[in-house]
């Protein structure tokens, strides 16, 4: 590709400039992990598909000098928090099928001793499919191979997907 073209990159870079996304979850960690938090944000772009940053600062390694792990990252059908996130339901799935196809499966954070910042472009849900849906973030990474959650531990992190304003 010549290099003065437009890519998507280009585009996407400004949307994350504007800081002005569509929809935001701001996550918390539960009791046990009381200094997980940060936000995933989601932009609408031109191309159909949604920009995704997330960053989260005191996932659980954040003192273990030079960790580098990956954490399992979904949304989840329910956007209630509440009770250790253990009403967040399963992996938002609209079209029925195996891990990991479903719409809420999403690539796993790198934490680099307990922070992680993440930008991807997703195509497998709209705006309207995630609001009041919830992004969870486990302990473990997810093996994208076992049924129906990829193996992927305890949810160590929650926030409600709320429309930006
Ligand atoms: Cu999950
Ligand atoms: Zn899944």
């Not at 918390?28 to 989601?42: C, E, Y």
């Not at 001793?113 to 993440?118: K, M, V």
Request: proline content about 7%.
């Amino acid at each position: 590709m010549p290099q003065n073209e437009l890519t998507p990159a280009m585009a996407f870079t400004g949307l994350l400039l504007q800081n002005h996304p569509d929809a935001i979850a701001w996550i918390s960690g539960d009791a046990t992990d009381s200094t997980l938090n940060g936000s995933v944000k989601f932009y609408q772009t031109s191309y159909g598909g949604i920009l995704v940053e997330a960053q989260i600062f005191g996932l659980p390694d954040i003192s273990v000098p030079g960790s580098s792990n990956f954490y399992a990252m979904h949304i989840h059908e329910s956007g209630d928090c509440s009770d250790h996130f253990s009403h967040t339901g399963l992996h938002y799935n609209p079209g029925n099928t195996d891990h990991p196809d479903h719409a809420g499966d999403m690539p796993p954070l790198l934490g680099n001793q307990g922070y992680a910042f993440s930008v991807f472009y997703d195509k497998r849900f709209t705006l309207q499919d995630i609001i009041g849906r919830s992004v969870i973030i486990h302990e473990k990474p997810d093996d994208f191979t076992s049924q129906p959650a990829g193996n992927a531990g305890n949810k160590i992190g929650c926030g409600r997907i709320e429309r930006f304003v």
